[in-house]
């Protein structure tokens, strides 16, 4: 009894959270939103630099939020921006299907940081399959809470 009690506050606190965050008020994900975005010209052309999509697509206004090199924060930049000179190599989208749901996540998670000021640190990276495993804890615990609520 007191863990069901302890799952049904930690759901209603991850959902207090999420609300408060904005999480409720991102639309699903569309075209491109929720990847990864690689273009050249890093560290002398030996390497790539990575953006998440914000948007569907490169034609909207600030479609990609991206730390434009060291010390600097994640912002929400143009395409040009993005691109400073260099060649676009790519969207990244992992090999198990990313949900609409998933990449909403990203994007919130995206724009999260971006208000927080955080500075660019190579060795911060987010990965789809540990997202994809808490995502995967979480839709059982909405399962199991729905089924106490009934």
């Known amino acids: 009894m007191i863990k069901k009690n302890f799952l ?7 959902l207090g959270i999420s609300y408060i965050s904005g999480l409720g008020s991102v639309s699903a994900a569309t075209g491109h939103q929720g990847y990864a975005a690689y273009r050249d010209g890093v560290f002398f052309g030996y390497d790539w630099h990575a ?12 479609p990609i ?3 434009p090199g060291p010390g600097s ?6 395409w040009e921006n993005f691109l400073d000179g260099n060649n676009f190599m ?3 989208k992992p090999n198990e299907f990313a949900s609409s749901s998933m990449r909403d996540a ?6 999260n940081l971006r208000t927080e000021k955080i500075s ?3 060795a911060y990276q ?3 399959n540990q997202f994809k495993k808490l995502y995967k804890h979480l839709q059982k615990a909405f399962k199991e809470i729905s089924t106490l609520i009934q």
């Open 73 to 78: 924060i994640l912002q929400w930049d143009s």
């Open 90 to 92: 790519g969207t990244y």
């Open 126 to 128: 987010i990965y789809y």
């Open 106 to 111: 990203f994007v919130a998670m995206g724009r």
């Open 51 to 62: 953006g998440l999509w914000d948007e569907s697509s490169s034609t909207k206004v600030l």
């Open 65 to 67: 939020m991206h730390a």
């Open 120 to 122: 660019y640190n190579l």
């Open 8 to 14: 049904i506050v930690v759901v209603a606190v991850l």
